[in-house]
C-alpha cells in the first residue's frame, strides 16, 4: 500500500507541474476555438470518456466509487475517500482544400478531483478541471490590398491568433432519500484569461501603415450545477438508472483590455516598436452570459455475482445547451444552441477473478455524436467520434482497505468539414488517470 500511495503522490505532483508549466501557453490549436469564448471542454473523468462520455445517470463505474462532476447527484452513492488525478494528450491534424496538412499536439493536466464521505448517504466533492481552451493562430491572405487584383502583386495578410484557457474550481455535495433518490449540487468558480490579436498586414512594403487590434479578457465568477438520480433495482445486482443534471446559465464577471495600434515592417521584414495607438482602453468591467446546459441519461448497470459472472454497464446521455444566449460584454457571440448523443458501455469480465488478471479489468467502448454551436459560411458544425477506455485494477493487499486502478480512454473523431472553403479536424484524444479509494477519515468501531 505504501509503495502505490507514493507513487499516486508522485503523479499528482507531476500532474501539476505540468499544469503549471502549460499555464503561459495555448492548451488547443484548433481554429473553431476562435468563436465565443474557447471549445468548451465536457469535465469527464476518462471512465466516462472510453464509455462515449454516458455519465448523467452513473456513479460507481466498475465496482470503484468514481467522481461524477456532471452529475453531482452521484456524490450521494461514494462510501470511500475518492481521489482522482490524470492529464491529457491532443494529436490533431487540420485539412482544408488547397493547402496541405497541419499536425498539431498538446498536453495538460486533465482534472484533480477529491470525494470524501459526509455521512453513509452522503458526501462532499471538489477539484480543478479546465473549463474552455482558446488556441489558434492563422493566417488569410489577399493580393492587390484585398481587391485580388492582377494587376497589383501586393500581398495582404490578415493574421488571427488567440491563446488561453478558463478552468473551473467546485465543490459540491450529493445525498440520497432513501434507497433510491439522489439530489446533488456543485458550486464552482470560473476563471482563466483569453487573448486574442487581429493584425492586417502588407510585410512587402517597409513603409506601410499596419494596423493590429489586441483584445484581453481576466474572467472570473460563480457557476451552479445540480442534479438528480432515480435508481430502479430489478434484483440485488441490476439495477436502471435515470439522470438528469443541469449547468445554471448565468453571467461571470469579465476585466476587458482593448488595443488598436499602428505598426511598420523595416527593410527586413522585421516588425517595428508600434508606431501610434489608436485605441488604449483597459480594464473595462462587464459580464459573460453563459449557456444554459441539460443532461439526461439512462443506465443499466449489472454487477458481477461473487466469483462467477460479468459485471457490464450500458448508457444513453442526450446534452442541450443553448448556445445562442452566449453573449460577452452585452454582444451577443453568434452562436446557435447545440446537441450531443453518447452512447457507450463497460464490461469486466470476472471482477471477483484472482489468477487472471485480465478478467479483473474493465473495457469500455462509445460514440459521440454532436451537433455543435457552430455555424460558419452557412454550414453546421458536426462532431463525431468513437471512443476507447480500459481500467487497471493495481494489485493490492487483501487487508488493506485501499484500492488502485488506472484509467486509460482515447476518443478517436473529427469536427468540421471540407466544404465551403472550411477546415476539417481529424483529432485522437488521449486521458490517463489515476483514481484511489480508501477508508480516510472515517471512525472504526471495535467489539
Not at 89 to 101: A, D
Not at 103 to 112: A, E, F, P, Y
Not at 338 to 362: C, D, E, K
Not at 413 to 435: C, D, I, P, S, W
Request: with cysteine.
Amino acid at each position: 500500500m505504501i509503495k502505490y500511495t507514493r507513487l499516486f503522490i508522485t503523479f499528482i505532483l507531476a500532474v501539476c507541474v505540468l499544469e503549471a508549466r502549460s499555464q503561459s501557453t495555448a492548451t488547443t490549436s484548433s481554429p473553431y476555438s476562435r468563436y465565443g469564448i474557447g471549445d468548451f471542454d465536457s469535465q469527464l473523468m476518462p471512465q466516462n470518456i472510453g464509455m462515449g462520455g454516458i455519465a448523467t445517470a452513473t456513479n460507481t463505474i466498475g465496482g470503484f466509487n468514481s467522481i461524477n462532476i456532471v452529475n453531482p447527484a452521484a456524490y450521494g452513492n461514494i462510501n470511500y475517500t475518492v481521489i482522482d488525478a490524470g492529464f491529457y494528450t491532443n494529436s490533431l491534424t487540420l485539412s482544408k482544400t488547397g493547402f496541405s496538412n497541419q499536425k498539431n499536439s498538446n498536453t495538460r493536466l486533465s482534472h484533480i478531483s477529491f470525494a470524501f464521505p459526509v455521512s453513509k448517504h452522503s458526501s462532499l466533492g471538489l477539484g480543478l478541471v479546465p473549463y474552455t481552451e482558446l488556441g489558434y493562430n492563422y493566417i488569410q491572405t489577399a493580393k492587390g490590398f484585398g481587391s485580388s487584383s492582377p494587376v497589383d502583386t501586393n500581398t495582404v495578410n490578415y493574421s488571427y491568433t488567440g491563446e488561453g484557457s478558463l478552468s473551473k474550481a467546485y465543490i459540491g455535495y450529493g445525498f440520497g432519500i432513501g434507497k433510491h433518490l439522489t439530489l446533488g449540487a456543485n458550486a464552482s468558480y470560473i476563471f482563466g484569461n483569453l487573448k486574442e490579436d487581429q493584425s492586417t498586414e502588407v510585410p512587402g512594403i517597409s513603409n506601410f501603415l499596419n494596423s493590429r487590434v489586441e483584445q484581453a479578457n481576466h474572467i472570473g465568477g460563480f457557476n451552479f450545477d445540480f442534479g438528480t438520480q432515480y435508481t430502479i433495482d430489478f434484483s440485488a445486482t441490476k439495477h436502471l438508472i435515470f439522470g438528469y443534471s443541469a449547468s445554471v446559465g448565468n453571467k461571470i464577471n469579465v476585466q476587458s483590455s482593448y488595443i488598436v495600434s499602428q505598426f511598420y515592417f523595416d527593410s527586413t521584414g522585421s516588425e517595428n516598436v508600434p508606431a501610434d495607438s489608436l485605441v488604449n482602453t483597459k480594464n473595462t468591467k462587464s459580464t459573460i452570459q453563459l449557456p444554459w446546459i441539460n443532461h439526461y441519461g439512462i443506465t443499466y448497470q449489472k454487477e458481477g455475482a461473487f466469483e462467477t459472472g460479468a459485471a457490464y454497464m450500458v448508457g444513453i446521455d442526450y446534452t442541450t445547451a443553448n448556445w445562442a444566449n452566449l453573449s460577452i460584454a452585452g454582444t451577443n457571440a453568434g452562436l446557435q444552441n447545440s446537441r450531443t448523443w453518447n452512447i457507450g458501455g463497460q464490461i469486466t469480465p470476472n471482477p471477483n477473478a484472482l489468477s487472471n488478471h485480465f478478467l479483473v479489468m474493465s473495457y469500455q467502448l462509445g460514440f459521440i455524436y454532436q451537433d455543435t454551436y457552430l455555424n460558419i459560411n452557412n454550414t453546421d458544425i458536426k462532431k463525431q467520434a468513437v471512443t476507447f477506455g480500459i481500467g487497471i485494477p493495481l494489485p493490492h493487499d487483501r487487508a488493506s482497505s485501499a484500492f488502485y486502478k488506472i484509467n486509460i480512454s482515447s476518443e478517436i473523431g473529427q469536427r468540421g468539414t471540407l466544404a465551403n472553403g472550411l477546415v476539417k479536424e481529424n483529432y485522437v484524444n488521449f486521458h490517463l488517470a489515476f483514481t484511489l479509494n480508501d477508508r480516510w477519515f472515517q471512525r472504526y468501531k471495535f467489539d
